[in-house]
T-cell receptor
Framework: SAVISQKPSRDICQRGTSLTIQCQVD?????MFWYRQQPGQSLTLIAT?????????ESGFVIDKFPISRPNLTFSTLTVSNMSPEDSSIYLC??????????????????FGPGTRLTVL | GENVEQHPSTLSVQEGDSAVIKCTYS??????FPWYKQELGKGPQLIID?????GEKKDQRIAVTLNKTAKHFSLHITETQPEDSAVYFC????????????FGKGTMLLVSP
């Protein structure tokens, strides 16, 4: 399995500001995803972070609001821009996919980080 | 797109009883079905998964069954313990091309001592 860390673990932010969440994984992975989980709800995919190219966003999510970077195979960031109270959620990083390198097999199972708990006032 | 229905939304059992959570899916091409356990304040943790080439998989007190014809799969937890209390999510996915997990709405399991 993969060990995933996220920073910050929680934050309280003011309306109109932006927050960047970092995701670090301990092994190289092909796929990295960002999810949102609103209080008491299921997981909603925001986007797939693609290394070396623009992220692939799901319906209802746009790059201007949730810019994503993925500079390498172990790291990604999600920014929540111009925040409003409706953005208060848990944001989860997830990784999966087969290793791009022969001999470093990684299950295509999907693993989740511990989440970032965001409260917007 | 894929739709995953999960039932029940809440489940209360006594310690030692069995618990069953059921999910149905709509996309007949889905062939990978994981289950996640999410404890309060933590990220989802994979507890078991099954692929469409098998009908059942067990791991100690946990088992998952799959009926591809009926398009439903179930999580079975035997001899429940208080530490099994959590929210459980089922999910489904195609295993080819660009595909992502579709999650059910979750089941809150409460195991009383």
């Amino acid at each position: 399995s993969a060990v995933i860390s996220q920073k910050p673990s929680r934050d309280i932010c003011q309306r109109g500001t932006s927050l960047t969440i970092q995701c670090q994984v301990d092994s190289q992975v092909t796929m990295m995803f960002w999810y949102r989980q609103q209080p008491g709800q299921s997981l909603t995919l925001i986007a797939t972070a693609n290394q070396g190219s623009e992220a692939t966003y799901e319906s209802g999510f746009v790059i201007d609001k949730f810019p994503i970077s993925r500079p390498n195979l172990t790291f990604s960031t999600l920014t929540v821009s111009n925040m409003s109270p409706e953005d208060s959620s848990i944001y989860l990083c997830s990784v999966g996919g087969r290793s791009p390198f022969p001999g470093l097999a990684l299950s295509d199972t999907q693993y989740f980080g511990p989440g970032t708990r965001l409260t917007v006032l | 797109g894929e739709n995953v229905e999960q039932h029940p939304s809440t489940l209360s059992v006594q310690e030692g009883d069995s618990a069953v959570i059921k999910c149905t899916y709509s996309d007949s091409a889905s062939n990978y079905f994981p289950w996640y356990k999410q404890e309060l304040g933590k990220g989802p943790q994979l507890i078991i998964d099954i692929r469409s080439n098998v009908g059942e998989k067990k791991d100690q007190r946990i088992a998952v069954t799959l009926n591809k014809t009926a398009k439903h799969f179930s999580l079975h937890i035997t001899e429940t313990q208080p530490e099994d209390s959590a929210v459980y999510f089922c999910a489904s996915r195609r295993d080819s091309g660009y595909s992502t997990l579709t999650f059910g709405k979750g089941t809150m399991l409460l195991v009383s001592p």
